[in-house]
T-cell receptor
Framework: AQRVTQPEKLLSVFKGAPVELKCNYS??????LFWYVQYSRQRLQLLLR??SRESIKGFTADLNKGETSFHLKKPFAQEEDSAMYYC??????????FGAGTILRVKS | DAGVIQSPRHEVTEMGQEVTLRCKPI?????LFWYRQTMMRGLELLIY????????DSGMPEDRFSAKMPNASFSTLKIQPSEPRDSAVYFC???????????FGEGSWLTVV
């Protein structure tokens, strides 16, 4: 079965500290992985996808097929990064399966 | 484009009442998705359409839930009768083609009392 696991419900860090939001997946095929972000009471929006291999707002994520992971990282957290982050896996190219989400709280 | 548009943004209704949530996808998008977000279960895919045809409704919780897409620019999600456990944020989303970015609406916040 396809599954996305985000083990942390809440991650609290100080401003300027490194951030790593963990995501592990199980999928028998070639997955496409995404990170979506939801700021307070706003719509979900795509942060990044693994195939584009880009950095958005200082965040990066590398697909590690050996460890079946797609962790989201940022070297220096900013207060405006506080949000809910969802890791998602795409099956058959169009259907997203989401993890439970991790709340990132950046403290000043 | 204004993005995916959902209405109502907020709805409070009494148990047993019918609830209809509406969605207008981004023009030109041929995939439409309905998701439900709760604290307990996170984001769950309820149903999705391709070219107005329901493709996978395995996530629809029970017969009280139904979804339609009469044309490319409109979809509804109906709950009849509603129950308190249906309280959640319901997101509509759309995408163009297979494998492309899925864009979400702002959600409909439903409270059933």
């Amino acid at each position: 079965a396809q599954r996305v696991t985000q083990p942390e419900k809440l991650l609290s860090v100080f401003k300027g500290a490194p951030v790593e939001l963990k995501c592990n997946y199980s999928y028998s095929g070639s997955p496409e992985l995404f990170w979506y972000v939801q700021y307070s009471r706003q719509r979900l929006q795509l942060l990044l996808r693994h195939i584009s291999r880009e950095s958005i707002k200082g965040f990066t994520a590398d697909l590690n097929k050996g460890e079946t992971s797609f962790h989201l990282k940022k070297p220096f957290a900013q207060e405006e990064d506080s949000a809910m982050y969802y890791c998602a896996l795409s099956r058959h190219g169009n259907k997203l399966v989401f993890g439970a989400g991790t709340i990132l709280r950046v403290k000043s | 484009d204004a993005g995916v548009i959902q209405s109502p943004r907020h709805e409070v209704t009494e148990m047993g009442q019918e609830v209809t949530l509406r969605c207008k996808p981004i023009s030109g998008h041929d995939y439409l998705f309905w998701y439900r977000q709760t604290m307990m279960r996170g984001l769950e895919l309820l149903i999705y359409f391709n070219n107005n045809v329901p493709i996978d409704d395995s996530g629809m919780p029970e017969d009280r839930f139904s979804a339609k897409m009469p044309n490319a620019s409109f979809s509804t999600l109906k709950i009849q009768p509603s129950e308190p456990r249906d309280s959640a944020v319901y997101f509509c989303a759309s995408s163009e083609g297979s494998g492309n970015t899925i864009y979400f609406g702002e959600g409909s916040w439903l409270t059933v009392v």
